[in-house]
């Protein structure tokens, strides 16, 4: 069963934090809960982001625009690649940590990794999706 929610996303990297806000859908499907929303990011064009989690990793995945297939796992480096209209960017991201804070797929989940493109350590990101049912429903 499909749940409309409201999706607060907070990304921090160096001293820079980014605050958005989305509405989308949750729903839950072979043991993982999918959240999917339009990226409100408008340097992301028209994209849609869809975020999976289970027990043991995090995965964002991008359609559109812009388009990536990221994976985290804590303690792990996973590839991934990040693609713009310009071209496409092979990623490599260690995990430090996921923090899930969740009951029936509300409330947050947060994860910290750092980004390697090329072999080259672009920096720590960390990022937090509050998730909220949305009201009325």
């Avoid at 797929?105 to 920096?123: E, I, K, N």
Wanted: no cysteine; glycine share 10%.
């Amino acid at each position: 069963m499909k749940r409309s929610v409201r999706i607060r996303i907070e990304s921090k990297q160096a001293e820079q934090t980014h605050i958005r806000q989305a509405e989308g859908e949750l729903y839950a499907k072979n043991g993982a809960y999918y959240l999917r929303y339009a990226e409100p990011d408008t340097d992301m064009g028209r994209t849609t982001a869809t975020v999976k989690w289970d027990d043991a990793q995090v995965k964002v995945i991008r359609h559109g625009d812009v388009r990536s297939d990221l994976t985290f796992r804590s303690g792990e480096r996973t590839a991934g690649s990040f693609e713009l209209p310009q071209g496409r960017m092979e990623m490599e991201l260690y995990t430090h940590g996921i923090d899930r804070r969740l009951q029936n797929g509300l409330g947050s989940l947060s994860w910290s990794y750092d980004m390697y493109a090329g072999g080259t350590h672009v920096g720590r990101i960390r990022l937090r999706l509050t998730i909220e049912e949305e009201e009325g429903e």
